[in-house]
């Protein structure tokens, strides 16, 4: 059982930055295609981004690529999300997750994962 604790996020202007952190707790997440989504209100959950270390493959939706960068931390445990020149649009609760495997779908959708965080807040203001 992975346990996912996201951190990091906040109210800030449009232009700005932040980073979010997501850590994992009960196995070691290197072999775990990790992700990040995000729902804003009235919306589906949406995948932002993806990373597989062992084959170091990311994917990025294209609203955010140029943008937003995945990383991981292995020796943390810990997934990252780099999110600059933010945007109103970008406004949404931010998730982490988990599912242990030999790849990362081509585009993530939140049924492929199995381990999922409770989420942090981000508001991006005009």
């Known amino acids: 059982q992975v346990q996912l604790v996201e951190s990091g996020g906040g109210s800030v202007q449009a232009g700005g930055s932040l980073r979010l952190a997501c850590a994992a707790f009960?196995?070691?997440?290197?072999?775990?295609?990790l992700g990040w989504f995000r729902q804003a209100p009235g919306k589906e959950r949406e995948g932002v981004a993806s990373?597989?270390?062992?084959?170091?493959?990311?994917y990025y939706a294209d609203s955010v690529k140029g943008r937003f960068t995945i990383s991981q931390d292995n020796a943390k445990n810990t997934l990252y999300l780099q999110m600059n020149s933010l945007k109103p649009e970008d406004t949404a609760m931010y998730f982490c997750?988990?599912?242990?495997?030999?790849?990362?779908?081509?585009?993530?959708?939140?049924?492929?994962?199995?381990?999922w965080g409770q989420g942090t807040q981000v508001t991006v203001s005009s």
């Open positions: 997750a988990a599912v242990y495997g030999t790849s990362c779908p081509y585009q993530p959708r939140p049924h492929n994962f199995r381990y």
């Open positions: 009960g196995d070691t997440v290197s072999m775990y295609c």
């Open positions: 990373t597989y270390t062992p084959t170091g493959n990311t």
